[in-house]
């Protein structure tokens, strides 16, 4: 099976770390992200791997260069985007993407069963299913219910529950032919315009640990995590 890595962000919010190497290669333990990721796709029969690159993408592609980089019996695909194109639109550089596939952002560490992923994909018969993953967000001040001018309820620093993405997604090919033709596209644009066509967009719920490596304190986290445990995720081997 394929996938594809969206590896060409900026990681602006992972300054200055990502200053002077793109956030793909920014290492966890001792070896980048991606390396990380590429390793957990193969554990899940991924053996064709397509990486949209572009800031710095160059120095991606020096790195998988080398042999020990890569998990054996994986091919991997560079594609360059010469402007950016967004979360979506990036997959109009990756030819032949003519069966379901997975996609995903080149920042994730996961624990997620990518075999179940795809097993539920194809069960919900779903042009696109999008993993993810529960997340409290704590509101610091009181919140106020109110109906008419009157006051209808009150709660102090309430805990609200959501379900997130993880930015792991699998794709049928159909769901790209609702990309526009040109210009970027974000993922949740896509999302909208198959909602809009009454295409069937399905959700795969899991408590996997899932660290979104895109800020500073969601890197160091996933950095403690790893000392603690060094077969996290699979890194220890």
């Given at each position: 099976?394929?996938?594809?890595?969206?590896?060409?962000?900026?990681?602006?919010?992972?300054?200055?770390?990502?200053?002077?190497?793109?956030?793909?290669?920014?290492?966890?333990?001792?070896?980048?992200?991606?390396?990380?990721?590429?390793?957990?796709?193969?554990?899940?029969?991924?053996?064709?791997?397509?990486?949209?690159?572009?800031h710095l993408g160059e120095l991606i592609q020096v790195y998988f260069s080398q042999d020990h980089?890569?998990?054996?019996?994986?091919?991997?695909?560079?594609?360059?985007?010469?402007?950016?194109?967004?979360?979506?639109?990036?997959?109009?550089?990756?030819?032949?993407?003519?069966?379901?596939?997975?996609?995903?952002?080149?920042?994730?560490?996961?624990?997620?069963?990518?075999?179940?992923?795809?097993?539920?994909?194809?069960?919900?018969?779903?042009?696109?299913?999008?993993?993810?993953?529960?997340?409290?967000?704590?509101?610091?001040?009181?919140v106020i219910d109110s109906e008419g001018g009157r006051v209808t309820g009150y709660r102090e620093?309430?805990?609200?529950?959501?379900?997130?993405?993880?930015?792991?997604?699998?794709?049928?090919?159909?769901?790209?032919?609702?990309?526009?033709?040109?210009?970027?596209?974000?993922?949740?644009?896509?999302?909208?315009?198959?909602?809009?066509?009454?295409?069937?967009?399905?959700?795969?719920?899991?408590?996997?640990?899932?660290?979104?490596?895109?800020?500073?304190?969601?890197?160091?986290?996933?950095?403690?995590?790893?000392?603690?445990?060094?077969?996290?995720?699979?890194?220890?081997?």
């Amino acid at each position: 099976m394929r996938a594809v890595v969206l590896a060409g962000g900026l990681g602006t919010r992972l300054r200055p770390y990502t200053t002077v190497i793109p956030k793909p290669l920014v290492p966890v333990g001792d070896r980048p992200i991606l390396e990380h990721i590429l390793r957990q796709l193969s554990d899940a029969g991924i053996t064709h791997t397509d990486l949209c690159v572009s800031h710095l993408g160059e120095l991606i592609q020096v790195y998988f260069s080398q042999d020990h980089a890569v998990p054996d019996g994986m091919h991997l695909d560079f594609h360059w985007e010469d402007e950016p194109l967004g979360t979506a639109g990036a997959l109009r550089v990756v030819p032949q993407l003519d069966s379901t596939f997975i996609a995903m952002n080149g920042d994730v560490l996961t624990t997620l069963d990518y075999a179940a992923l795809i097993e539920h994909h194809k069960r919900e018969g779903a042009l696109l299913t999008i993993a993810t993953h529960p997340k409290q967000v704590q509101i610091d001040l009181g919140v106020i219910d109110s109906e008419g001018g009157r006051v209808t309820g009150y709660r102090e620093k309430p805990r609200l529950d959501y379900r997130v993405s993880m930015g792991i997604y699998v794709y049928e090919p159909a769901a790209l032919e609702h990309l526009p033709e040109s210009g970027p596209c974000q993922f949740p644009d896509l999302v909208l315009r198959l909602l809009d066509a009454d295409e069937p967009v399905a959700v795969f719920e899991n408590d996997a640990d899932w660290y979104d490596i895109g800020t500073i304190s969601e890197y160091e986290r996933a950095i403690n995590d790893l000392e603690k445990d060094p077969h996290a995720f699979g890194m220890g081997r």
